[in-house]
């Protein structure tokens, strides 16, 4: 074990607590979440000075509008530590800068990255992802929305849904089938398609939260641009795990946990039940205490993954598990902080007995992460499948009689 | 011997779940609780048609003074069907404090307003569970003045019972001096609400001081009967969840053919059905076995909080991106075991309770 990173990061994390600590101070805590709006004035502005320092797009080359820093993981981890430490406000967090820009810089082509990478990290081009379709979920690849070449085009048919932030997207990264001849997995390609297109309908979909995150999205003879395609025909399957990667990486965020431990160990040591700190009695300080664990354990797990990649050392299930570990913990977090507050706990309206925290609402959107990005239960098959080399289920395609008769008591 | 709900008892479950079933399906309640209405007025008659809201009340005083497992039949069932109603507040904690607090004319002057339904009354008890906010009401020469911070009953009710330290006193909502703030939950088929009092005009129900036991015989019923409703919106969830599992289908199968998807359901009924078993007795011992009834009843509501809880997760998780939205529905249960279990007293506190009543912890919760 070698954990001193050398004088040189002493240095480094000074440098960015100085940042943290003088014009961090004037940002409001958190960023903005999954499909919630479009970044605020404010929030590009605030995206523009981090990029100017260096604390977001670090590593994106600066022909692309990046910061254009080595890749060095230390340094992007101290400044998640020292940014959740002081509570600074990150940069933005959506779709298009966590997950499409990763993918094009590991795949798309030369006027792609420089068509949209620039534009997307600094928030003018905001983004969704059009995978899922209402037949089409954990079977993914079973997608049916079809693009036919036409000319210049692929003409789009289909529906996707749980379409995060569609309605006020620019661009989406869509999964179609364009070949309808090969196989499941062969015949699906990765397009970027413009949300201004007519043939487009939109009808917003209110969660459980009561708000509209996520969308059904309807398309009809859609115009996309053949080149406006990510890796080859037929290769979109590829490219969408690429993307799922920085996707189940970006719901893993093990500073999403800290931040979540430090805020219900806040509102622990202020809220009193007859008279005592929640802090003080054992029942509620115990679970908090298991759940700083299983956050320290993550925070440590994911050096663990860091210190893999920098020294090229290859990672095994101890990568696969971090989504379904870091999203139940979220979802503990959370109702640890309702379970404190009690009846408080419940409300829902902002009023003065929230002590100024949404923990019920916290507490449920803990279940995007659950579901959204693969459910917990094809984590759990990905793990021991492709982490312990267990076998699939087998795949018997039965018809529905064949249903029936198993159905049969 | 025979461990179970009499046939009567069925009856009773049967008749309101089939009044349920026709009168009132999710988008009844959504179309409700859309409008702001938690608590129907359609329903109530037809539970004061059905006798629910005199089941606690003796007969003497107008109701059928049957027990708390005809209370528990109907809290289930209303759980079941999610129903905008305050029964809990009206037909199971009210009667009892007035029965066990008040005096002999209390009674009979309140108690049959309460069995047929004409006046609504609301309870609040969550300072004497567990004071958030160091409220405290004073009550000198017949006027209150304080706050009380969780209204079962919320806006509906018009007779407000309020617990302080060893102190049932009853208030009418339209005296004045009496202030009554909706809070709003997650929940959105029942209403809650602060109750603010300023030199307001009071009732003592019994005498003052005098209300510690009848206080803790209230929280029993309250938490048997919150059992009784998380139960029955647990396993309306846990149906759902079947019936999904057998639709739906991924990898050209239906997902209740995955093992994965299997087992999650075994494993949840396995839990939930001795809750039924617990939450049975509890009722029963609240009427028979009285040096049982609190650690039975903390034990009850505690246990099926944290069963329910694992059901309103899986159950949501196992619909996939529909268990997230507002269409499907599932959430209404979701919410309404959510708000149940913290109603008077979450599961820790809850068993903290449980330990008190065995003698295994002193009364006063201290810091460690
Ligand atoms: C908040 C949120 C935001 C989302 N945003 C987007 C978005 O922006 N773009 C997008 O494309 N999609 C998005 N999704 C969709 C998400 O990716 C899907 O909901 C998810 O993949 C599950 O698919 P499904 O909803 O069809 O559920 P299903 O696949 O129908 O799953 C139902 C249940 O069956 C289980 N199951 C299925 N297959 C198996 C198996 N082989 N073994 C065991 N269990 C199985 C699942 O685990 C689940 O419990 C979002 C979802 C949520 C909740």
């Known amino acids: 074990m070698e954990l001193e990173f050398g004088p040189e990061y002493d240095e480094f994390r000074a440098e960015v607590r100085n940042f943290c600590n003088t014009l961090g101070k004037k940002t409001q805590h958190g960023s903005i979440r999954l499909g919630e709006y479009r970044p605020t004035q404010e929030m590009v502005e605030w995206q523009a000075t981090l990029i100017e320092h260096g604390y977001a797009a670090r590593t994106i080359p600066k022909e692309y509008g990046g910061f254009g820093a080595k890749p060095d993981i230390v340094k992007s981890l101290i400044i998640s530590e020292e940014f959740v430490r002081s509570g600074t406000r990150g940069g933005i967090q959506n779709q298009g800068i966590s997950m499409l820009v990763p993918t094009l810089l590991e795949v798309g082509t030369e006027e792609q990255k420089k068509k949209y990478i620039r534009a997307t990290i600094y928030g003018d081009i905001v983004w969704c992802q059009g995978y899922s379709e209402p037949g089409s979920g954990s079977d993914l690849a079973s997608l049916k929305t079809k693009g036919v070449v036409d000319g210049d085009n692929f003409v789009v048919n289909g529906q996707k849904v749980w379409t995060s932030s569609a309605q006020f997207s620019d661009m989406c990264f869509i999964l179609v089938r364009t070949e309808p001849d090969a196989a499941k997995h062969h015949g699906i390609s990765y397009l970027l398609m413009d949300m201004e297109d007519p043939g487009i309908e939109i009808r917003p979909l209110v969660t459980m939260t009561g708000e509209a995150f996520f969308n059904e999205m309807f398309l009809n003879d859609v115009k996309i641009p053949v080149d406006s395609i990510v890796g080859k025909r037929g290769e979109g399957w590829r490219i969408a795990n690429v ?167 | 011997m025979r461990f179970g709900l009499s046939e009567d008892q069925k009856m009773l479950g049967d008749m309101l779940n089939k009044y349920l079933e026709s009168n009132l399906d999710l988008e009844g309640v959504r179309e409700l609780t859309g409008n702001d209405v938690h608590h129907s007025p359609a329903i109530w008659n037809a539970l004061a048609e059905q006798g629910a809201l005199g089941i606690l009340v003796p007969e003497e005083f107008g109701g059928s003074g049957l027990g708390m497992l005809h209370a528990e039949v109907v809290s289930e069932t209303l759980g079941r069907h ?274 008190v009543a065995q003698g295994w912890a002193p009364e006063k919760i201290t810091a460690a």
């Open chain 1, 243 to 409: 993307t799922l990667k920085y996707e189940r990486g970006m719901i893993a965020n093990p500073g999403a946990s800290a931040s979540g431990i430090r805020g219900v160990a806040d509102m622990m040591h202020e809220e009193t039940l007859s008279g005592v700190r929640a802090i003080d009695l054992p029942v509620y300080r115990d679970r908090l205490l298991k759940l700083q664990a299983r956050s320290l354990a993550n925070k440590y797990h994911g050096l663990r993954l860091l210190s893999n990649d920098i020294n090229k050392e290859s990672t095994g299930v101890e990568g696969l598990i971090v989504k379904l570990s870091a999203t139940y913990l979220s979802y503990d977090i959370y109702s640890l902080a309702v379970d404190v507050m009690g009846e408080f706990g419940t409300l829902y309206d902002g009023s003065v007995y929230q002590r100024k925290k949404d923990w019920m609402r916290q507490y449920i959107s803990s279940f995007m992460g659950i579901i959204g990005g693969g459910t917990a239960q094809i984590q759990k098959n990905v793990i021991s499948e492709r982490g312990l080399g267990l076998p699939r289920e087998p795949l018997v395609k039965l018809d529905k009689s064949g249903w029936e008769l198993l159905r049969k008591k």
């Open chain 2, 82 to 355: 999610i129903v905008p109603a305050s029964y809990l507040g009206h037909a199971v904690l009210a009667p009892l404090a007035i029965q066990h607090a008040g005096s002999e004319q209390q009674k009979e002057k309140l108690l049959p307003e309460i069995a047929s339904g004409e006046v609504i009354y609301g309870i609040a008890l969550t300072d004497v569970v567990m004071n958030r906010e160091n409220t405290q009401l004073s009550i000198s020469g017949g006027k209150v003045t304080g706050d009380s911070t969780f209204l079962i009953g919320g806006q509906a009710a018009e007779k407000l019972i309020l617990a302080t330290a060893g102190t049932l006193i009853l208030v009418e909502k339209s005296a004045p001096g009496v202030t009554v703030e909706t809070l709003t939950t997650v929940d959105k088929t029942r209403d809650f609400a602060v109750v603010r009092l300023k030199d307001a005009p009071c009732e003592i129900l019994g005498k003052e001081g005098g209300a510690t036991d009848a206080i803790e015989t209230v929280m029993n019923a309250g938490r048997i009967n919150l059992a009784a409703d998380t139960l029955g919106a647990a396993q309306a969830m846990f149906n759902q969840a079947v019936e999904y599992a057998r639709v739906r289908e991924q990898f050209d199968r239906p997902i209740g053919s995955f093992q994965s998807i299997k087992h999650i359901l075994a494993e949840l009924i396995t839990e939930l059905e001795p809750s039924r078993s617990l939450i049975w007795y509890a009722a029963h011992a609240f009427d028979e076995v009285p040096e049982e009834a609190t650690a039975m009843a903390c034990h009850a509501k505690a246990h099926v909080s944290e069963v329910a809880k694992n059901i309103t997760r899986a159950t949501t998780e196992m619909h996939g991106g529909m268990g997230f939205t507002d269409l499907l529905g599932l959430h209404f249960w979701f919410k309404r075991i959510e708000v149940n279990r913290q109603l008077l007293g979450g599961p820790e506190i809850t068993r903290h309770h449980a330990a």
